[in-house]
């Protein structure tokens, strides 16, 4: 498998923890909880910014020195209702307690300091379309650059219908080039419907030099350090991912694929 896969390491619990350290760049850093009802976890933001995405399901949140009550509504992601988040700045303290079996995300950027605790969604999250016929699918924005309580973070959700594509054309942002385009590290946290299936993410490079192809299946996460990176749910199975994005500025530029920037053309 290549190392660009995380496979989860178990069903329980935390079953992911990605750092920039154990992914071999500088920014992004992702985490996974799946808990069951009454489990309660807790961690400290020490040196970074995080936003805690509630997947599915419902726990208390304390942080910051207060309580958040209840975040989470939808109990599965694949009602495609928006999100309920919370963002925490550094050096605070946070703690949940699942009310549901619920599954929490950490994603995690480095942070200067200044912006307040808040919570992000429901409202506020609209989900809207992009791409067209075969290229169609659905977004979430959670904290995207027009928002400006983050230093570093870019987080989105994507449901990409059944034999549809997604992050496709190709595209790659790797590069400091503000504004032709901006150097993003990137993570995918996948999940499929039903939860058997598969589905497709290429990671590749103009000149060969990376070039990987993955089977991915729920709850395997991405890494893209450079590259374009589309993906497709194969047909019966819809997919659903979440994207987190960090670099030394905090914009959304890319560079499609010169291959197929046809694409773009023919259906803009």
């Known amino acids: 498998m290549t190392s660009l896969q ?19 760049w500088r920014f992004v850093g992702f985490s996974l909880y799946r808990l069951r009802a009454g489990d309660t976890v807790s961690e400290v933001t020490g040196d970074r910014e995080v936003i805690l995405v509630m997947v599915e399901g419902k726990a208390q949140f304390r942080a910051n020195d207060r309580d958040w009550g209840i975040l989470g509504d939808r109990m599965d992601v694949f009602e495609k209702t928006p999100p309920h988040c919370l963002y925490l700045p550094n050096d605070r303290a ?7 079996d619920c599954t929490i995300a950490v994603c995690s950027a480095p942070c200067k300091g200044g912006h307040e605790a808040r919570r ?28 400006d309580y983050c230093d570093s973070l870019l987080v989105t959700e994507v ?17 400091d080039d503000y504004p032709r385009i901006t150097y993003l590290e990137e993570t995918y946290y996948h999940r499929l419907n039903p939860a058997q299936g598969f589905g497709v993410q290429r990671v590749y490079t103009n ?24 993906c497709g749910a194969v047909h019966g199975y819809e997919m659903y ?9 905090r914009a959304w530029r890319f560079e499609p694929d010169p291959d197929h920037k046809w694409v773009m053309q023919r259906d803009s």
């Open 6 to 24: 995380r496979k989860p390491f178990g069903t329980h619990g935390k079953v992911h923890e990605i750092t920039p350290q154990s992914a071999g």
């Open 94 to 100: 946070w703690e949940a307690t699942a009310t549901t």
């Open 120 to 147: 992000i969604g429901p409202d506020g999250i609209t989900l809207t379309v992009r791409g067209q016929a075969s290229n169609e699918r659905w977004i979430n924005n959670i904290a995207m650059e027009n928002e």
């Open 159 to 175: 449901f990409t219908p059944e034999g549809h594509w997604s992050s496709y054309p190709s595209h790659r942002h790797d590069e």
């Open 207 to 230: 000149d060969g030099t990376l070039d990987e192809t993955m089977a991915v299946q729920s709850h395997d996460v991405v890494l893209v350090p450079r590259g374009h990176h589309p």
């Open 241 to 249: 991912y979440l994207n987190v994005m960090a670099g030394p500025r």
